[in-house]
């Protein structure tokens, strides 16, 4: 993720890249700039072409362009050092037939911070791939269902076979570029412990910390995230600490944080290992998706299972994997990754995705809430913080309700695709944001010329900030409809005043089954195009 910016001159355009676009990067396919309109699906779906057969046309309906699906270790190598690729062939080849585009995911060494789906030749083997350690009360050690970062045996063969799945898609899907982007592992860290407590994990701990993580947390110190440098000042400082020679514990103190911080710079080594044989192979993009922590900032959540995302400690969600506050870690010792992507399901969306931007990474959310309360959020990803798609999770046993809210959000989303991808070259040129039942907070922005509004259930009211200014009013107020969504083309179906502004007094944008509040005449029309343009005017006073 240090690599320097690419450029279309510097890059094979011919399969899936990440261009530079001011403070963000795009996904170009096809040597276009490309929207993904995501979806993943329950972790086995991809284990059988003839059960997606049943899911393609579901997906299709919902108007998602590109599905996520898993790939793992245990299918396409279960002998040490044969593989097979047939079924996978023809998820893919079914994808293509039905006009959809796949992000594949790398079930290998972890999936949710366990190792469930390595081969059977890894599950039986502790002596060559050798399990972490849980350090339980009195002393006592658990071993985990998670292979241990600190025996070099598993990173290698993971790493062998992520070189030759990367090595296959380029022969298969080269030339289609049907699979536009590769997760390297799923949700890595450590349950139920802050650290492994395996020998070779105790050795390393007390070794002096590697000088390359104390110089980049000295020479990029203004840069790191908030978190860390809270964790690392203990909350007490901004400023830049002095780091003495040591072991973790001397260096960072002793407690679960510094725990989190080795293991994520073990985590970060490994999985770059993996990441950078498949690049190597096969140079589309890659990254790594993020177990979040959570920590009751709404406390309707507290009553989800951990299972569902967050924890507030150290390996109550996996320990070491990229959660803001180690996030830098990643972006720095993970370079082979091109981004760190958030799952986000009970943290606050909006801060999430802001957090998720640090260093000015592209930003890409593989899991959210599929329900109507998620698909409103899609909103804030893409017109906010420029995301390259964000997917709800599980769409293939989505019940109706949701998959409406999916279909209608994705469906107008998709036909301005062009404007949002135009919209995310300009920093600040957009904004996305959405109201639930509960009363809401405005969205104010400032703005200086003619405003897109895509949506439904809003009103916009425009306030000139000129000292002489008296009057701002509304000049003209137009619904649109896409008549070319590759070029982003508008045309005017209806010009909107009187009731529909309010007499002027704001541009509404209703919703799809107005409340008329008991009021008997019906001064509210529906929803009906949700796109339309505002111009406003301003009169200056003569005093």
Known sequence: MDSPDQTPSETNMQIPCLIKARTTKQLVVHGRPFLMLPAELHNSSF???EYMETVWPKVKDMNVNTLLGSVTWEMIEPVEGEFDFSELDKVIQGARDHGLHLVLLWFGSFKNGLSTYVPPWIKTDPKRFPRAKLRKARGVLETADALSVFYPEAMHADARAFGELMSHLKEFDGGYSTVLMVQVENEVGLLGDSRDGCGAANQRFVEAVPEDLIHFLEDEWDSLHPDLRDILTCGRSTEKPVFPDGSWEEVFGRGPRTDELFMAYHYATYVNEVAAAGKAAYPIPLYTNTWMSYAGDNPANDAFPVVAGGGKTPGAYPSGGPVTNVL???????????????NIYLNDYDAACAAY??????????????DAHGARRLWIAYGSHAALGASPFGIDTVDSTASQAVARHFGLLGSVAALVLEAQRSPGSSVG???????????ARRWADLEVLVGYGFQVRARSLAPRAALTGILRFEEKVVV?????LLAT????????????????MPGEDPDYGGFPICVTVPARTMIAELEVYVLESDE
């Open 47 to 49: 284990s059988s072409a």
């Open 433 to 443: 944001f959405c109201f639930d039942d509960e009363p809401a907070r405005p969205v």
């Open 493 to 508: 179906q209806r010009r909107l005043n009187g009731d529909e502004t309010r007499s002027g007094k704001f541009a509404m």
């Open 357 to 370: 931007r640090h260093r000015h990474q592209p930003l890409f959310v593989p899991e959210q809430r599929r």
């Open 328 to 342: 830098d870690v990643w972006q720095r010792f993970a370079p082979s990754l091109d981004l760190v992507a958030p």
């Open 484 to 488: 070319d969504r590759d070029a982003g």
